[in-house]
């Protein structure tokens, strides 16, 4: 089982829907979840960081975390062709190291 | 510019050359990390830098690989006798806490 798992896609959603992307992570340690943001060709960008159980609203994002479950995820309101884009998720997995270990990616197409 | 800064861009080596490639990281981070990414995946942790000190090597780092960040500044990652297997972007990524700030990255190419 892979440390953190992501649906590669691709995701493809309307102009303005909400698009929801989703994360499992095995380590029951873990204590804080990254969401980064991928144009092709360029370097992560970090969107959205959470630590506790529940929802986290930053603009059009929102993070989930129920770390019962293992589970975290990453709504986009309003979604934009401009949110095309690969969104990692990522988990710090050893404590103390605080490097981060990343799901493969989910593709993310908005359709104008 | 208060970025991670990656040098060069890209690369193109012929296979069983060494190259060398330099992270300046965001000025008051004291953590740097080294990662791979090849396409399709998420990046892959490489190795990790506490200051001038290298606490964590990934087993993905061979013997060919070689990090340094001497006084704790500026890093570079050495790869000796490049293999096609190499060809991938190497990320930098700098931090305070746990909030990695990647720079752009350097693409190599092992024609």
């Known amino acids: 089982q892979k440390e953190v798992e992501q649906n590669s896609g691709p995701l493809s959603v309307p102009e303005g829907a909400i698009a929801s992307l989703n994360c499992t992570y095995s380590d029951r340690g873990s204590q804080s979840f990254f969401w980064y943001r991928q144009y092709s060709g360029k370097s992560p960008e970090l969107i959205m960081f959470i630590y506790s159980n529940g929802d986290k609203e930053d603009g059009r994002f929102t993070a989930q975390l129920n770390k019962a479950s293992q589970y975290v995820s990453l709504l986009i309101r309003d979604s934009q062709p401009s949110d095309s884009a690969t969104y990692l998720c990522a988990v710090p997995t050893y404590t103390g190291r605080r490097a981060l270990t990343f799901g493969s990616g989910t593709r993310l197409q908005v359709q104008p | ?111």
Not at chain 2, 37 to 66: C, H, I, M, V, W
Request: contains cysteine; neutral net charge; glycine residues 8%.
């Open chain 2, 1 to 111: 510019d208060t970025g991670v800064s990656q040098d060069p861009r890209h690369k193109i080596t012929k296979r069983g050359q060494n190259v060398t490639f330099r992270c300046d990281p965001i000025s008051e981070h004291n953590r740097l990390y080294w990662y791979r990414q090849t396409l399709g995946q998420g990046p892959e942790f490489l190795t990790y830098f506490q200051n001038e000190a290298q606490l964590e090597k990934s087993r993905l780092l061979s013997d060919r690989f070689s990090a340094e960040r001497p006084k704790g500044s500026f890093s570079t990652l050495e790869i000796q006798r490049t293999e096609q297997g190499d060809s991938a972007m190497y990320l930098c990524a700098s931090s305070l806490g746990d909030l990695n700030t990647f720079g752009s990255g350097t693409r190599l190419t092992v024609v």
